[in-house]
């Protein structure tokens, strides 16, 4: 790793102090504002988002075994079932979103004594809809409902905080996610969404995530363009005042981005390559 970004003092202090601060807006406004109970340190990872998932050699167990605070999986419903795949050609039959991530997380919740990872906040499980959006959250809905013991829920303004938190991203049903007063996920939005005339209660859309170019087009190699950091931090800013999270896809992988990414406050960085954020983001705080 570049010297630069272990030995900058002053970018670290603030780096932490921001993921502090995010994290904790996390586990406070999004998963357990109702809650008397102590809220958890934050660590490093409750920011790293594992990209496509599934595409790794063990899906959702290469990102657990790293901390990773965040996986995203992609699903397409075929024939009344939920395939895990990018693209609907590359669907297969035992490759389910059950059989790769619902199951096994309840399975790892069990074993670890009812969280995912100890005194963390709750997992978010992205599920990026590749299929028409209604028919899919048909399908979804009760399939998630059955998994109530893992899940988190909402009922009206009643939240009811599980070790995984599922945010529908992709295919949004938004209109009718936000019209059930019973349900087991979240909506993933946009910056568009933070906006009077789209915005819904941050209960709702806990999460916002755009495309890194309607940032910038730089990609990390050579000086940053002088604008940018403003552009992130005014990102940060409008979905933080709201009680939201957000998120960049369309990311490079590299130190220099993560670096502004932490610095600024953006509360998941996701990544394809999982054990290079993994060291980059523990390097910090060692």
Same mark, same amino acid.
């Given at each position: 790793?570049?010297?630069?970004?272990?030995?900058?003092?002053?970018?670290?202090?603030?780096?932490?102090?921001?993921?502090?601060?995010?994290?904790?807006?996390?586990?406070?406004?999004?998963?357990?504002? %109702?809650?008397?109970?102590? /809220?958890?340190?934050?660590?490093?990872?409750?920011?790293?988002?594992?990209?496509?998932?599934?595409?790794?050699?063990?899906?959702?167990?290469?990102?657990?075994?790293? #901390?990773?605070?965040?996986?995203?999986?992609?699903?397409? $419903?075929?024939?009344?079932?939920?395939?895990?795949?990018?693209?609907? +050609?590359?669907?297969? &039959?035992?490759?389910?979103?059950?059989?790769?991530?619902?199951?096994?997380?309840? %399975?790892?919740?069990?074993?670890?004594?009812?969280?995912?990872?100890? &005194?963390?906040?709750?997992?978010? $499980?992205?599920? +990026?809809?590749?299929?028409?959006?209604?028919?899919?959250? %048909?399908? *979804?809905?009760?399939?998630?409902?059955?998994?109530?013991?893992?899940?988190?829920?909402?009922? #009206?303004?009643?939240?009811?905080?599980?070790?995984? =938190?599922?945010?529908?991203?992709?295919?949004?049903?938004?209109?009718?996610?936000?019209?059930?007063?019973?349900?087991?996920?979240? $909506?993933?939005?946009?910056?568009?969404? $933070?906006?009077?005339?789209?915005?819904?209660?941050?209960?709702?859309?806990?999460?916002?995530?755009?495309?890194?170019?309607?940032?910038?087009?730089?990609?990390?190699?050579?000086?940053?363009?002088? %604008?940018?950091? /403003?552009? =992130?931090?005014?990102?940060?800013?409008?979905?933080?005042?709201?009680?939201?999270?957000?998120?960049?896809?369309?990311?490079?992988?590299?130190?220099?981005?993560?670096?502004? *990414?932490?610095?600024? #406050?953006?509360?998941?960085?996701?990544?394809?390559?999982?054990?290079?954020?993994?060291?980059?983001?523990?390097?910090?705080?060692?």
């Amino acid at each position: 790793m570049p010297r630069r970004f272990l030995h900058a003092p002053s970018a670290f202090a603030v780096g932490r102090s921001i993921v502090a601060r995010a994290c904790l807006l996390f586990a406070a406004l999004v998963v357990g504002a %109702a809650s008397s109970r102590a /809220q958890p340190a934050p660590s490093p990872l409750d920011r790293a988002h594992a990209h496509n998932d599934y595409e790794h050699a063990r899906p959702l167990h290469d990102a657990l075994e790293r #901390g990773f605070g965040s996986v995203e999986v992609d699903i397409w $419903l075929v024939n009344g079932t939920l395939l895990v795949a990018h693209d609907r +050609d590359s669907v297969r &039959a035992d490759r389910t979103l059950e059989g790769l991530y619902l199951a096994p997380l309840r %399975a790892h919740i069990t074993a670890r004594g009812g969280q995912v990872h100890a &005194a963390r906040p709750p997992l978010t $499980l992205l599920i +990026d809809i590749k299929s028409h959006a209604d028919s899919t959250w %048909a399908a *979804l809905a009760p399939l998630l409902a059955r998994y109530d013991d893992v899940v988190t829920s909402w009922r #009206g303004d009643t939240m009811t905080v599980r070790p995984v =938190v599922a945010v529908l991203s992709g295919q949004r049903p938004i209109a009718t996610v936000r019209a059930q007063r019973e349900r087991w996920a979240a $909506l993933d939005g946009r910056l568009d969404d $933070l906006t009077a005339r789209r915005r819904a209660p941050p209960a709702v859309m806990p999460l916002v995530s755009d495309d890194w170019e309607t940032i910038t087009t730089w990609r990390g190699a050579g000086a940053m363009p002088r %604008a940018v950091r /403003q552009r =992130v931090m005014q990102a940060v800013n409008r979905a933080h005042a709201q009680g939201r999270r957000l998120r960049f896809w369309n990311t490079p992988d590299t130190p220099a981005v993560w670096q502004l *990414l932490v610095e600024c #406050g953006v509360d998941l960085i996701g990544t394809d390559d999982l054990e290079a954020l993994r060291k980059f983001l523990t390097a910090r705080v060692e």
